[in-house]
């Protein structure tokens, strides 16, 4: 798995006195969140504390207390062990987190607990009860940068899965052969939420010192004329690969992920596809389950094969090929940086 470099060593080590049976409690104090936190001399039983990261701390904790009994040297590497091991875990943020792609992500984070600590961003507080209301989800807006800035805090990987969604003009009847017409929101136009609110994104976490950037986006953009390019007058695809371009020229670590037509099917037994320039849209294979689009985004965070890199995305149908297990072999087929 990548690992990402956090904050240094967060326990002030010079307050720890030498450790005997009868010492008082140890006050820890963590500079990052500011959090006081006893821990008994003898289990050195750490605080909980969301924002604490321990580089450095497998050689360096054992040798700072030689006086400990053996039995108290053991229980303290053990601990130190624990703290190192949480020093590898990854803080992921993902956008879009009440959408239909980014609810998968949010929970497949969630579920990878001993890899991830999990974040989400939503745009209401009502798409923050649809996922279960945690504290780890925020709610802001991705064309108000401010509203960006408490979620991206202390994050390693951010995954955008935001878009502009089009809307369903009402009144159209397919009895008599009509096709439906869509548009856009005011103030919800892809130039708003997919070039802005992703820019937008990608600035604030920039700031933030976030070390990997997932994007999924679309194929399709390879062509202005593309009839998604029309959806009320959106010209989605257009901004969406600028937006692309915009983050493989930031300098942050990028995956851009442009997926196929997205279906709500069952994950993990297909055989993926990756491809590029769109050449997939000339074949009968370009759709993609979510929850696979889901699982790319995560597996993405664990090879750095998947850093810099940029690719088309779809899966053969079930029961043709073989489901895709190696991640890491389907990253390195990737040559395409854009
Ligand atoms: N649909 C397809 O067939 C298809 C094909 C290829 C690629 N893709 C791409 O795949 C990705 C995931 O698609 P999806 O269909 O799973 O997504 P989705 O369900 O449409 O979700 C989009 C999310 O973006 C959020 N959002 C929109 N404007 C926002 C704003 N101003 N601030 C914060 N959040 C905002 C929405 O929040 P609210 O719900 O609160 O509005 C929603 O949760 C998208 O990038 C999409 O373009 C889709």
Request: aromatic residues 6%; proline residues 6%; positive net charge.
């Amino acid at each position: 798995m990548a690992t990402f470099t956090r904050v240094p060593l967060v326990f002030s080590t010079s307050t720890l006195p030498p450790a005997t049976a009868s010492s008082k409690p140890l006050n820890r104090h963590c500079h990052k969140c500011n959090c006081v936190a006893s821990a008994s001399p003898l289990t050195r039983k750490v605080p909980e504390c969301s924002s604490l990261s321990f580089l450095n701390t497998r050689s360096s904790f054992s040798s700072q207390i030689p006086s400990l009994s053996a039995r108290q040297n053991k229980g303290f590497r053990r601990t130190a062990a624990v703290l190192a091991s949480m020093a590898d875990l990854s803080t992921v943020l993902v956008t879009g987190a009440g959408g239909r792609t980014g609810q998968i992500v949010y929970k497949k984070l969630k579920e990878g607990s001993d890899q991830f600590v999990a974040r989400g961003l939503v745009r209401t507080p009502e798409s923050k009860e649809t996922i279960g209301g945690a504290d780890d989800v925020f709610v802001g807006d991705i064309r108000d940068s401010a509203t960006l800035v408490p979620a991206m805090q202390g994050v390693d990987a951010l995954v955008i899965l935001t878009s502009a969604v089009p809307k369903m003009k009402p009144g159209f009847d397919p009895t008599k052969g009509e096709r439906p017409e869509f548009y856009f929101e005011d103030g919800a136009y892809p130039e708003q939420v997919d070039w802005i609110g992703q820019k937008n994104q990608i600035d604030v976490a920039k700031e933030a010192g976030v070390k990997q950037i997932v994007l999924v986006g679309s194929m399709g953009g390879t062509n202005p004329n593309h009839p998604l390019n029309s959806l009320g007058n959106g010209n989605i695809l257009v901004w969406k690969r600028k937006a692309e371009q915009y983050l493989a020229d930031s300098g942050v670590p990028y995956t851009i992920i442009r997926a196929g037509g997205l279906q709500d099917r069952e994950g993990g037994i297909r055989e993926l596809l990756v491809g590029k320039d769109d050449e997939l849209l000339q074949t009968e294979t370009k759709t993609i389950a979510r929850p696979d689009v889901a699982e790319v985004c995560i597996q993405a965070l664990k090879f750095e094969d998947a850093k810099f890199k940029a690719f088309d995305l779809a899966s053969k149908p079930e029961g043709v090929g073989t489901p895709t297990k190696d991640f890491k072999a389907l990253f390195s087929q990737i040559t395409t940086r854009f």
